[in-house]
């Protein structure tokens, strides 16, 4: 894929992820994802420190729920920088 190509695909992607967040689903799951996050690091502050495995799963639930935010937030970022690009090579 020449080096055009790919970024159109990126800007697409990029695009196609904005407006899924901006969707009824997309606005569901990132309510779900903050709000698991915030409950897994609200559980955290009360958890046992001497149950490793209880926080362990606390800390996994919270990256998890981030890890989506970030996901999402990193394609829309690089289909913006791609769109930067695209302008850049065809001035």
Known sequence: M????????QISFGLDVQAFMQSDMGKYLTERANNDREAALEALKDVDADDPKAIRKL???????ENFL?????????????E???IEVTD
């Open 59 to 65: 800390q996994n639930d919270a990256k998890c729920a």
């Open 2 to 9: 020449n080096e055009l190509t790919q970024i159109q695909a």
């Open 84 to 86: 930067r690009a695209f």
């Open 70 to 82: 970030l996901w999402m937030g990193e394609a829309v970022a690089e289909g913006q920088n791609a």
